[in-house]
Nanobody, 119 residues
């Protein structure tokens, strides 16, 4: 079991930046991939980016990589999402999730944190 809790959401003006955190606890993350997803009202949940915990390698949805950066602090077992040049269309609930690196399915999810970008 992996427990995940997001924090750092809030209200920000367009063009601003925000850093989300995802604190992980439970089983070891060494063979895991942690990812960020978001869901806007009335929309499907979409993938933002992810990180292989042991190696620190990252990958992103194509339209995210220019403005969003995923990182992790191994000692704190915390993953981050740095969001820059925010736009109103980035408004969504942001979730972190975890999966074994041998699986394609994210099995563990946090409750989410709201990000609202005002124009």
């Amino acid at each position: 079991q992996v427990q995940l809790v997001e924090s750092g959401g809030g209200l920000v003006q367009a063009g601003g930046s925000l850093r989300l955190s995802c604190s992980a606890s439970g089983r070891t993350l060494s063979a895991s991939v942690l990812g960020w997803f978001r869901q806007a009202p009335g929309e499907d949940r979409e993938f933002v980016g992810a990180i292989w915990w042991s190696a620190g390698d990252t990958y992103y949805a194509d339209y995210m990589k220019a403005r969003f950066i995923v990182s992790r602090d191994n000692a704190k077992t915390t993953m981050y999402l740095q969001m820059n040049s925010l736009k109103p269309e980035d408004t969504a609930v942001y979730y972190c999730a975890a999966r074994p690196d041998s699986s394609t399915k994210y099995a563990y999810w946090g409750p989410g944190t709201q990000v609202t970008v005002s124009s």
